[in-house]
């Protein structure tokens, strides 16, 4: 698969736009995947409250194969969205398959913590753990050096450190690729550009550096804070619905 070269823009603008499409269409399938990883964990629930093992087995080998599509797919993305931005046409024939299968080996290695999506997992086994174990650390995950985040949301900081904003009211999200912590971006930027050496991230007791090619709004982040809107719903549902029965009650 290859390309000859033509003029500069038109060349660019096109890959640039089937970048943006195929990336678009990756992260739709990437969400259908966290759809059903949370229909999972609610079912594997009811599946270890009545005691049927062999099911929450069943159900949490499905919930694997999906969080390992979901990285593959979160490669795809980074690798497609990554050839549209930096594709430059020459002389030369571009080798498409070759460039491609280079950007997959590089965002693979760039991985360095827990992937979002293995999160998913993490959280679907802190459900099904807590059915019987409430309160009771999971086994292997007592240290405090294990980052462990609830079984309802992925989100690990609540504002922004820069802005003070909610993360759920941000205008433009953006998260570390390396610590996870979401900033608004023209805030984390600016941040960025005002210093010339390697900074930690804002985050009070974050001791990771930040580099601004590794601030992105990645495939899982509005997404999750989409999460996080319906669960404060849901809470704040719950609180009136608790006030009025105490109300009641008196």
């Not at 969205?81 to 498409?96: H, M, R, V, W």
């Not at 913590?113 to 293995?118: D, E, P, R, V």
């Not at 669960?231 to 009136?240: D, P, S």
Request: charged content about 30%; glycine content about 4%.
């Amino acid at each position: 698969m290859a390309s000859a070269s033509a003029p500069r823009s038109g060349v660019q603008g096109r890959i640039a736009s089937a970048a943006t499409t195929l990336a678009a269409e990756n992260q739709t399938l990437i969400a259908e995947i966290r759809r059903a990883t949370v229909m999972m964990k609610e079912v594997g629930v009811d599946f270890e409250r009545d005691n049927e093992f062999d099911m929450v087995k069943q159900l949490e080998d499905g919930v694997v194969d999906l969080v390992k599509a979901a990285d593959e797919c979160t490669h795809l993305s980074s690798s497609i969205q990554s050839i549209g931005k930096d594709y430059q046409p020459a002389a030369e024939l571009t080798n498409f398959s070759k460039l491609f299968d280079k950007k997959i080996k590089r965002s693979k290695a760039d991985v360095t913590s827990l992937s979002q999506s293995q999160l998913w997992l993490r959280q679907f086994r802190e459900a099904i753990w807590k059915v019987h174990h409430e309160g009771q650390p999971m086994p292997g995950e007592e240290q405090e050096d294990i980052i462990m985040t609830s079984t309802e949301c992925t989100i690990l900081n609540a504002t922004c450190p820069l802005t003070g904003k909610p993360i759920i009211e941000l205008t433009e999200p953006v998260r570390s690729m390396d610590c996870k912590h979401i900033y608004e971006k023209r805030a984390i930027m600016q941040h960025l550009r005002t210093r010339t050496a390697q900074i930690r991230c804002p985050v009070t007791g974050c001791p990771k550096k930040l580099v601004a090619d590794r601030v992105d709004c990645d495939p899982f982040l509005l997404m999750e804070i989409d999460e996080m809107r319906s669960l404060n719903a849901q809470r704040a549902t719950a609180g009136v619905i608790e006030d009025f029965t105490q109300l009641e009650q008196d």
